[in-house]
């Protein structure tokens, strides 16, 4: 399968932008698991940008959003 790095980028959501990972998403995605963490692109705006990938904080986040 032919990774499309340069345009996974264009919509990458993640503010981290110096990760090595950005672009490759299956890269990410396994980094984020490993560490029992969500990527980024998952969250919303807000919850992205606290830079706190963990799960706890993607279930608060995602209750704020539909005020749940």
């Given at each position: 399968?032919?990774?499309?790095?340069?345009?996974?980028?264009?919509?990458?959501?993640?503010?981290?932008?110096?990760?090595?990972?950005?672009?490759?998403?299956?890269?990410?995605?396994r980094?984020?698991?490993?560490?029992?963490?969500i990527?980024?692109?998952?969250?919303?705006?807000?919850?992205?940008?606290?830079?706190?990938?963990?799960?706890?904080?993607?279930?608060?986040?995602?209750?704020?959003?539909?005020?749940?």
């Amino acid at each position: 399968m032919e990774c499309k790095k340069e345009e996974n980028k264009i919509g990458c959501s993640c503010t981290y932008t110096s990760c090595g990972n950005r672009g490759v998403c299956c890269d990410c995605v396994r980094h984020h698991r490993e560490n029992n963490e969500i990527p980024g692109c998952f969250f919303t705006a807000a919850g992205e940008r606290t830079y706190d990938r963990s799960i706890k904080n993607f279930i608060l986040t995602m209750k704020d959003k539909y005020n749940i």
